[in-house]
């Protein structure tokens, strides 16, 4: 019997297929996406069942019978990727590594398997991306030299398993799933029926034998849908790369993790070497902060469970276009817009013909609405030109009337923000309970005389006017 060649063409964004090259894909209407793909299909008796059946012959039991000794982890001693973890990896547990193409997922994975095997722990890294040459050529950029590592540069998920299978590693990665295929699927390498499948099967090898899975997979600003995201209830641990490839900084977020707290996550800097974790995030971000300039200001975020200062700046210049120009970046554009609004509305300070642009240094997101506060003061600092003192700190969630709201987390952020030598503080009057408490623990008992406490945002530009 031999099997038919056929040509597809698969859109490389949304996984579509179609028969005859198109200039634009029929599904997610993404243009110069088809791409030809020539496959023989194995016959379908060949395959192996895949559904995700670990133990055909289970049977009930009592929870009160089943023995647990802990679960058996493995300590990377890289602490922004132990912490996310819950404390390493855990055995037989399958985590995926989401993030854009060019993030950093390539070369953290293969940080981590130094990690391991230089603690004697076998690894087989399976590129499907990379040749075994390609891989070593990174390797040695990271000075990863290890004899327990094994490089295999392949895409038959059945030959990988076979190679695992008589290597018995304690950890197995797959870079990338997208370029994976598993015989006894009739659909090209990338396909949601590959990546499922292929997936699926790795699940089931890993609760067999007890070996940990790395899969990265790719994903693109738009959430591909033949990316990761379909594969989230499959395995134990989803991991998200990010960050902006114009910065070196990167975040480790944790979206999904059986073992271990969500609100964790890793912070990185992506250096010649490899990604280094940053131990002082605050520090890091105001390293290049120059004297008090107007229009910046500084605000303390949280990133998962930790704090970090970050320097808002703002520039306001008289428009000449009919329309004015508003950029935002590191910040949400459409918040922008509405505190814009109700610094017109709510403090009298108009911006409606001046250019307005907002940005967060060094390459952090803020996605919290406790900047409000910091980021209206930023705007109103500039377009009155007076620079605000050096050490002095905003927060505050500002509503459309232009009160100023309470923020979450009030005790982490003041103390980093005084570890960080901060010295004067608007807060909002509705955190004053919880800073009294601050101060009281925190053993700052003149703390209480460098915060100011608002109502409103009107009072708050009034003080630093
Ligand atoms: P990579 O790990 O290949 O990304 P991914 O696997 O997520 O696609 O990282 C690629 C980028 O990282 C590339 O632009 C070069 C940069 N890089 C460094 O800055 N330092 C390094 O040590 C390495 C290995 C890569
Ligand atoms: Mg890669």
Redesign the pocket.
């Given at each position: 019997m031999s099997a038919k060649v056929r040509t597809k063409y698969i859109c490389s964004n949304c996984g579509a297929e179609t028969l005859k090259w198109m200039g634009r894909c029929p599904q997610c209407g993404e243009w110069n996406t088809l791409e030809e793909r020539v496959e023989t299909p194995a016959p379908k008796s060949m395959g192996p069942s895949l559904s995700v059946n670990l133990q055909g012959n289970a049977k009930p039991q009592k929870l009160s019978a089943i023995h647990f000794n802990g679960d058996k982890r493995i300590l990377l001693h890289m602490k922004e990727v132990d912490r996310p973890l819950g404390g390493g990896i855990v055995k037989g547990s399958v985590i995926l590594w989401g993030?854009?193409?060019?993030?950093?997922?390539?070369?953290?994975i293969l940080q981590i398997c130094h990690a391991m095997a230089s603690q004697g722990e076998g690894v087989l890294y399976c590129s499907g991306e990379e040749s075994e040459i390609q891989v070593k050529i990174?390797a040695e950029?990271?000075h990863v030299n290890d004899e327990n590592c094994y490089i295999y540069a392949g895409s038959s998920i059945d030959s990988i398993l076979k190679e695992a299978e008589t290597l018995k590693p304690s950890m197995l990665v797959i870079?990338s799933i997208q370029t994976m295929y598993i015989s006894g699927v009739d659909s090209p390498m990338g396909s949601p029926a590959q990546i499922r499948d292929c997936t699926s099967a790795l699940v089931r090898f890993a609760k067999q034998t007890n070996i940990s899975v790395m899969i990265?997979g790719?994903v693109t600003k738009e959430g591909n849908l033949a990316g990761p995201r379909i594969l989230e209830h499959m395995v134990d641990v989803v991991f998200y790369?990010e960050g902006d490839r114009s910065y070196q900084f990167r975040v480790l977020r944790t979206v999904k993790n059986r073992f271990g707290s969500t609100a964790e996550s890793g912070l990185f800097v992506?250096?010649?070497?490899?990604l280094k974790g940053i131990e002082d995030p605050s520090r890091y971000m105001l390293r290049n902060r120059s004297d008090s300039a107007p229009g910046s200001m500084v605000v303390a975020c949280m990133e998962g469970l930790r704090p970090v200062l970050v320097e808002i700046q703002a520039l306001t210049v008289h428009s000449v276009l009919a329309i004015p120009r508003r950029i935002a970046a590191g910040c949400d554009y459409n918040r922008m817009i509405i505190l814009l609004a109700v610094l017109e509305k709510r403090a009298r300070i108009p911006f409606s013909s001046d250019d307005v642009y907002l940005n967060v240094a060094g390459g952090f997101r803020v996605k919290e609405t406790a900047a409000d506060l910091g980021i209206t003061l930023a705007l109103v600092s500039v377009k009155k030109d007076i620079p605000l003192p050096r050490g002095l700190m905003a927060l505050g969630e500002i509503g459309l009337t232009g009160e100023v709201m309470p923020v979450s987390k009030i005790g982490p952020r003041l103390k980093e923000a005084v570890k960080m030598k901060f010295s004067r503080f608007i807060l909002p009057e509705g955190n004053r309970e919880e800073v009294t408490d601050f101060c009281k623990s925190s053993g700052l008992t003149a703390f209480m005389d460098s915060v100011v406490f608002v109502k409103h945002l009107s009072e708050a530009v009034e003080y630093i006017l």
């Open positions: 993030g854009e193409p060019g993030i950093g997922k390539s070369t953290l990174r950029r990271l870079d990265v790719h790369l992506m250096e010649g070497n490899g």
